[in-house]
C-alpha cells in the first residue's frame, strides 16, 4: 500500500511537471485524434464519415479562436461538446496546439 501511495505521489509530481503544450497534445490525442488525425486533416476513417473539416482549410483559418472554443465547448452537428470533459483552459490550450498542426 505504502509503495502504491509513494507511486501516486510521483505521478503527480511528473503531471505537474509537464508544461502545458504537452498536455495540450496528450488531450488531444485521447479525445480528438480519432475524429480530426494526428494532423487536423480529418483524414480517418470516423473523421470523414463525420464530415470533420481539415484544420488547415481557409474556412477554419478564418473561424476566429472564440469560436472554435465555442464548438469544442458545446459541440456542432456530429462534433461531441467537451463542456463537462474538459476545462475552459483545456479547451483553449487545444484550439492553440489545433492552430499549431
Ligand atoms: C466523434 C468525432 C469527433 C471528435 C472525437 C472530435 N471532433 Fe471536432 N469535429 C467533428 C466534426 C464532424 C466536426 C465538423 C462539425 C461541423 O462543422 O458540422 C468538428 C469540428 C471541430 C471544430 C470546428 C472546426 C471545423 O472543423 O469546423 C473544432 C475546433 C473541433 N472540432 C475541435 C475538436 C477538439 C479540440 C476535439 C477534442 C477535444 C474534437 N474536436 C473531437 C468531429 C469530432
Known amino acids: 500500500m505504502k509503495k502504491l501511495i509513494s507511486m501516486l505521489a510521483v505521478g503527480a509530481l511528473l503531471t505537474a511537471a509537464i508544461p ?3 498536455q495540450a497534445a496528450d488531450l488531444y ?5 480519432a475524429c480530426h488525425g494526428p494532423d487536423g486533416k480529418g483524414d480517418t ?3 470523414k464519415k463525420l464530415g470533420a473539416k481539415d484544420f ?3 474556412d477554419v483559418a478564418k473561424t476566429s479562436d472564440q469560436e ?3 464548438i469544442t465547448k458545446k459541440g456542432k452537428e456530429k462534433m461531441p461538446g467537451y463542456d463537462k470533459k474538459l476545462t475552459d ?3 483553449k490550450s487545444l484550439i492553440k496546439y489545433i ?3
Open 45 to 47: 476513417v470516423a473523421g
Open 29 to 33: 490525442k485521447s479525445k480528438c485524434q
Open 99 to 101: 492552430r499549431s498542426l
Open 68 to 70: 472554435l472554443f465555442e
Open 56 to 58: 488547415h482549410s481557409p
Open 20 to 22: 502545458a503544450g504537452a
Open 89 to 91: 483552459d483545456q479547451i
